[in-house]
T-cell receptor, first 105, second 115 residues
Framework: SQQGEEDPQALSIQEGENATMNCSYK?????LQWYRQNSGRGLVHLIL?????REKHSGRLRVTLDTSKKSSSLLITASRAADTASYFC?????FGAGTRLTVKP | DTEVTQTPKHLVMGMTNKKSLKCEQH?????MYWYKQKAKKPPELMFV???????INESVPSRFSPECPNSSLLNLHLHALQPEDSALYLC??????????????FGPGTRLTVL
């Protein structure tokens, strides 16, 4: 079963803009992970944030974690058309519903 | 080698057929997973193997039978499937489940169609 929910379900932006996706989860966690999936293909791990961390960066990605609110956000800065994909958060091996991001050139 | 491989890439089978999906990793990971993903939905956890032993079965019907012959290989045996079982089947591996370092590495998936 899914661990939590993500919003928005779909997001469409122009190249160069920032994209923010949110994830909520239900139970206590060791860590939270974000993955990207291009259409109908395998998932690619983006970033892992541990429960004792509040923010983490990797390139154009910024992830925050608020364990008191059981929520996380993924920010992609200066988006590119190649960022078009579905993005999922995962906790305890289970995935949220995902956000479908479309970046228009 | 940081790759998880899955074979076949595509599989079409009838409801009376028996087939198997295969997954392999050579990263020394001791946890391996099967997920099922329907179109426009997130992956759903099916099975978890930890140190070659089945540790989690998410109430998956018995027509799906997992097998972990060794630490590098994971199979999913299929028998008497239904058309609603058509989906992308994803294999993944990780260092050890439940630790703070359990980034999962995913294979490209097997797209299964049941006629």
């Amino acid at each position: 079963s899914q661990q939590g929910e993500e919003d928005p379900q779909a997001l469409s932006i122009q190249e160069g803009e920032n994209a923010t996706m949110n994830c909520s989860y239900k139970t206590s966690i060791n860590n939270l992970q974000w993955y990207r999936q291009n259409s109908g293909r395998g998932l690619v791990h983006l970033i892992l944030i541990r429960s004792n961390e509040r923010e983490k960066h990797s390139g154009r990605l910024r992830v925050t974690l608020d364990t008191s609110k059981k929520s996380s956000s993924l920010l992609i800065t200066a988006s590119r058309a190649a960022d078009t994909a579905s993005y999922f958060c995962a906790t305890d091996m289970r995935f949220g519903a995902g956000t479908r991001l479309t970046v228009k050139p | 080698d940081t790759e998880v491989t899955q074979t076949p890439k595509h599989l079409v089978m009838g409801m009376t057929n028996k087939k198997s999906l295969k997954c392999e990793q050579h990263m020394g990971h001791r946890a391996m997973y099967w997920y099922k993903q329907k179109a426009k939905k997130p992956p759903e956890l099916m099975f978890v193997y930890s140190y070659e032993k089945l540790s989690i079965n998410e109430s998956v019907p018995s027509r799906f039978s997992p097998e972990c012959p060794n630490s590098s290989l994971l199979n999913l045996h299929l028998h008497a499937l239904q058309p609603e079982d058509s989906a992308l089947y994803l294999c993944a591996s990780s260092h050890i489940p439940g630790s703070s370092y359990n980034e999962q590495f995913f294979g490209p998936g097997t797209r299964l169609t049941v006629l």
